[in-house]
């Protein structure tokens, strides 16, 4: 083999996957069509989910060092905001971050942990064995035949690998086009301007100095594969606002439509898809970007486990099992934001007023809205209807203190990508020897902060490398070593069920 790990672009999706494998001790080379990273951001927003990721590894500082919290954000470009401030996080907030800004710090990271990047690498050809994939790629020295154990494409909505395997993309075709363009002005609009008629929709979201990014759809312009021009754009900005903000020196403009496509599977054999190359969706809410880097999240440490010849049977199966399930509720929700955004007529109208009201009058409906969007609502179903309520759900960053009297939170405890063993026992430590496992991480204290009911009385909780519970008890853990010593030493044959897929070592130097 002369891979382990083959990762088809080099967006934040593939980045991110290339630092949870690495981590996980897996060697990973990157090939990438794009000679240099893309300057142009399509996304300008990092969700609190994506936040907690990053958290999870301690890379969230210099996003928040260099991004714009906002305390709310839009649902189908409602008027009435979503309100962030309840979120159950340590980040209630949308963090304006350009996606280049984005891409150029996952790249570092994943640099520094040792990945391969080839940029200038164009994929023509896709092929798979029972023992490997073969990739042809042609780059600056001319053509190369690459061996790999698995492929993973995160090369986009247009994705050669998924093409190249034949992967049905079930769904819908534009019949919607919108358009954007980053543009200074010189008589920029009040904070939180949008308009929202008959005629179409306009929002406009400022930029760092005078530039800002306006996105709308004109109902007029429903042309959808002609290239965008400036005069077109200015005269649909005209058309919507009755004026052009005094707009000037265009930096990008482009369209985009409602397409809404999913794949039917995230695995066909040694090949996995993950981001957009393996769902579409119209750019509501800045989500997509989030959902990918999640997919990431949780396919990183099965296929590490996998390559490592740790992974039980169908360890690497339950990444489609989980994801495509959020992928999908995805795609549901942006298809109803289009309908509430692209309100061309009386009754569609009417039900953006409805929504609106409902907004503004009702937070528990702002408040599902929040969690939907940002992704904290996300829970995966365990295996037995008999598990605890929190198995399955992500682990909030708790505010712990060990029993050797040091504060720290679960988030901290999860940098080194292991699985977490928690003793939630007070002052006392373990009695069963489970603190020298090797794959996983042991830690013995209390949780300090309140306001977590699900996890009163839990004595033990087993959380995954990405941050889901994968276990947990109201019994001391030496009290279920038998179960544990299953759920921990998952590439033993026989080894006991655990109510979610967990296997991963310690990262190796």
Same mark, same amino acid.
């Given at each position: 083999?002369?891979? &382990?790990?083959?990762?088809?672009?080099?967006?934040?999706?593939?980045?991110?996957?290339?630092?949870?494998?690495?981590?996980?001790?897996?060697?990973?080379?990157?090939?990438?069509?794009?000679?240099?990273?893309?300057?142009?951001?399509?996304?300008?927003?990092?969700?609190?989910?994506?936040?907690?990721?990053?958290?999870?590894?301690?890379?969230?500082?210099?996003?928040?060092?260099?991004?714009?919290?906002?305390?709310?954000?839009?649902?189908?470009?409602? !008027?009435?905001?979503?309100?962030?401030?309840?979120?159950? !996080?340590?980040?209630?907030?949308?963090?304006? @971050?350009?996606?280049?800004?984005?891409?150029?710090?996952?790249?570092?990271?994943?640099?520094?942990?040792?990945?391969?990047?080839?940029?200038?690498?164009?994929?023509?050809?896709?092929?798979?064995?029972?023992?490997?994939?073969?990739?042809?790629?042609?780059?600056?020295?001319?053509?190369?035949?690459?061996?790999?154990?698995?492929?993973?494409?995160?090369?986009?909505?247009?994705?050669?690998?998924?093409?190249?395997?034949?992967?049905?993309?079930?769904?819908?075709?534009?019949?919607?086009?919108?358009?954007?363009?980053?543009?200074?002005?010189?008589?920029?609009?009040?904070?939180?301007?949008?308009?929202?008629?008959?005629?179409?929709?306009?929002?406009?979201?400022?930029? $760092?100095?005078?530039?800002?990014?306006?996105?709308?759809?004109?109902?007029?312009?429903?042309?959808?594969?002609?290239?965008?021009?400036?005069?077109?754009?200015?005269?649909?900005?005209?058309?919507?606002?009755?004026?052009?903000?005094?707009?000037?020196? $265009?930096?990008?403009?482009?369209?985009?439509?409602?397409?809404?496509?999913?794949?039917?599977?995230?695995?066909?054999?040694?090949?996995?898809?993950?981001?957009?190359?393996?769902?579409?969706?119209?750019?509501?809410?800045?989500?997509?970007?989030?959902?990918?880097?999640?997919?990431?999240?949780?396919?990183?440490?099965?296929?590490?486990?996998?390559?490592?010849?740790?992974?039980?049977?169908?360890?690497?199966?339950?990444? @489609?099992? *989980?994801?495509?399930?959020?992928?999908?509720?995805?795609?549901?929700?942006? &298809?109803?934001?289009?309908?509430?955004?692209?309100?061309?007529?009386?009754?569609?109208?009417?039900?953006?007023?409805?929504?609106? *009201?409902?907004?503004?009058?009702?937070?528990?409906?702002?408040? *599902?809205?929040?969690?939907?969007?940002?992704?904290?609502?996300?829970?995966?179903?365990?295996?037995?209807?008999?598990?605890?309520?929190?198995?399955?759900?992500?682990?909030?960053?708790?505010?712990?203190?060990?029993?050797?009297?040091?504060?720290?939170?679960?988030?901290?405890?999860?940098?080194?990508?292991?699985?977490?063993?928690?003793?939630?026992?007070?002052? *006392?430590? $373990?009695?069963?020897?489970?603190?020298?496992?090797?794959?996983?991480?042991?830690?013995?204290?209390?949780?300090?902060? !309140?306001?977590?009911?699900?996890?009163?009385?839990?004595?033990?909780?087993?959380?995954?490398?990405?941050?889901?519970?994968?276990?947990?008890?109201?019994?001391?853990?030496?009290?279920?070593?038998?179960?544990?010593?299953?759920?921990?030493?998952?590439?033993?044959?026989?080894?006991?069920?655990?109510?979610?897929?967990?296997?991963?070592? $310690?990262?190796?130097?």
């Amino acid at each position: 083999m002369n891979e &382990k790990i083959l990762i088809v672009g080099a967006g934040p999706v593939g980045l991110w996957l290339a630092a949870e494998l690495q981590l996980a001790g897996v060697k990973v080379r990157i090939v990438e069509r794009a000679a240099e990273r893309r300057l142009n951001s399509r996304a300008f927003t990092v969700q609190p989910r994506t936040l907690e990721v990053l958290a999870m590894r301690g890379r969230e500082q210099p996003f928040l060092d260099d991004g714009l919290p906002i305390l709310s954000s839009h649902f189908g470009a409602l !008027t009435s905001r979503l309100d962030f401030r309840s979120l159950d !996080t340590r980040f209630p907030f949308v963090l304006m @971050h350009p996606q280049s800004e984005t891409e150029r710090k996952l790249e570092n990271i994943a640099l520094e942990l040792g990945t391969r990047i080839d940029r200038n690498h164009t994929v023509t050809a896709v092929s798979q064995d029972p023992d490997g994939v073969d990739v042809d790629v042609v780059g600056p020295r001319g053509a190369e035949k690459i061996r790999s154990e698995y492929v993973v494409g995160c090369d986009g909505a247009s994705s050669f690998v998924r093409r190249a395997i034949g992967v049905e993309f079930r769904g819908t075709d534009s019949s919607v086009y919108g358009f954007l363009g980053d543009v200074t002005v010189d008589d920029p609009p009040p904070p939180g301007f949008n308009v929202n008629s008959t005629g179409g929709m306009l929002m406009i979201i400022p930029k $760092p100095g005078d530039s800002v990014r306006i996105v709308g759809i004109d109902a007029t312009q429903q042309q959808g594969n002609s290239k965008l021009e400036y005069s077109e754009f200015r005269e649909s900005v005209i058309r919507l606002a009755g004026t052009d903000f005094g707009m000037r020196d $265009p930096v990008w403009l482009s369209r985009y439509g409602d397409a809404s496509r999913q794949v039917a599977s995230y695995r066909s054999g040694r090949v996995l898809l993950a981001g957009d190359a393996a769902h579409v969706h119209f750019p509501a809410g800045g989500v997509g970007l989030n959902v990918g880097v999640q997919d990431a999240m949780n396919l990183g440490w099965k296929l590490a486990a996998q390559v490592q010849g740790r992974a039980p049977e169908g360890l690497l199966d339950s990444y @489609h099992a *989980e994801r495509w399930p959020v992928g999908d509720a995805l795609l549901q929700s942006t &298809k109803a934001q289009v309908a509430l955004i692209y309100a061309t007529t009386p009754s569609a109208q009417a039900l953006r007023g409805l929504f609106n *009201e409902l907004v503004a009058l009702n937070s528990q409906v702002s408040l *599902e809205l929040a969690r939907r969007s940002s992704a904290l609502d996300v829970a995966y179903p365990p295996a037995s209807k008999d598990s605890h309520a929190i198995t399955g759900k992500r682990a909030p960053d708790l505010q712990l203190t060990g029993i050797d009297g040091q504060s720290t939170s679960l988030y901290r405890l999860l940098h080194g990508g292991q699985p977490l063993l928690m003793h939630l026992r007070g002052s *006392e430590a $373990p009695r069963s020897g489970l603190d020298v496992i090797d794959s996983v991480r042991v830690w013995s204290g209390r949780v300090v902060e !309140t306001g977590q009911p699900d996890w009163a009385g839990l004595r033990a909780v087993l959380v995954r490398p990405d941050g889901h519970v994968a276990w947990a008890a109201e019994q001391p853990a030496e009290t279920n070593a038998g179960i544990l010593s299953g759920v921990i030493r998952v590439s033993e044959r026989n080894s006991l069920r655990c109510d979610l897929p967990l296997s991963h070592d $310690p990262p190796r130097d």
